[in-house]
T-cell receptor, first 112, second 112 residues
Framework: AQSVTQLDSQVPVFEEAPVELRCNYSSSVSVYLFWYVQYPNQGLQLLLKYLSGSTLVKGINGFEAEFNKSQTSFHLRKPSVHISDTAEYFCAVTNRDDKIIFGKGTRLHILP | DGGITQSPKYLFRKEGQNVTLSCEQNLNHDAMYWYRQDPGQGLRLIYYSQIVNDFQKGDIAEGYSVSREKKESFPLTVTSAQKNPTAFYLC???????????FGEGSRLTVL
């Protein structure tokens, strides 16, 4: 069975500092990986996705993530955060044959 | 624009009343989903439908019902049997090739 672990429930970071949100998954087969962002009282929107090919994936709003098969990780990074990045971030995994599985989310707090 | 439309965005209900949340999509996706979101608990799957006239229970189906009479529509009824209905409800559809989910803006239900 697949599972997703987001290691940090909350991450505080100063504005213009770099950030990394961690995500580990377990799956016995090839996977597709996603990061979604949710702003308050809104639905989730896709930040980026890994389907195949290059392990470094670039998304919207300056975010990127790296797929590491040996460590079963898909950590999300941004070199310099802005106050508008305050949101909750969800990592998700699917193997196409199964339903998508979400992590419990990481709240990113940007400090002035 | 293609997407998922949920209504209403905010809904108040008295105890003992059933309410129906609407979800419409124009993405031509076969599969649709309903999730419930509570603070700190991530997304929990209520019901999903992979094709018209067919649907399956998710992890927390008790106290909820759905129908799928049209490809575009997947309404969710929160019945009086649901003990803690106050929550944020999200509808989604999925890309059949990648499993990527597309979300609506959500409906916030408050029981008075």
């Amino acid at each position: 069975a697949q599972s997703v672990t987001q290691l940090d429930s909350q991450v505080p970071v100063f504005e213009e500092a770099p950030v990394e949100l961690r995500c580990n998954y377990s799956s016995s087969v090839s996977v597709y990986l996603f990061w979604y962002v949710q702003y308050p009282n809104q639905g989730l929107q896709l930040l980026l996705k890994y389907l195949s090919g290059s392990t470094l994936v670039k998304g919207i709003n300056g975010f990127e993530a790296e797929f590491n098969k040996s460590q079963t990780s898909f950590h999300l990074r941004k070199p310099s955060v802005h106050i508008s990045d305050t949101a909750e971030y969800f990592c998700a995994v699917t193997n196409r044959d199964d339903k998508i599985i979400f992590g419990k989310g990481t709240r990113l707090h940007i400090l002035p | 624009d293609g997407g998922i439309t949920q209504s209403p965005k905010y809904l108040f209900r008295k105890e003992g009343q059933n309410v129906t949340l609407s979800c419409e999509q124009n993405l031509n996706h076969d599969a649709m989903y309903w999730y419930r979101q509570d603070p700190g608990q991530g997304l929990r799957l209520i019901y999903y439908s992979q094709i018209v006239n067919d649907f399956q229970k998710g992890d927390i189906a008790e106290g909820y019902s759905v129908s799928r009479e049209k490809k575009e529509s997947f309404p969710l009824t929160v019945t009086s049997a649901q003990k803690n209905p106050t929550a944020f409800y999200l509808c989604a559809s999925s890309n059949p090739n990648t499993g990527e989910l597309f979300f609506g803006e959500g409906s916030r239900l408050t029981v008075l």
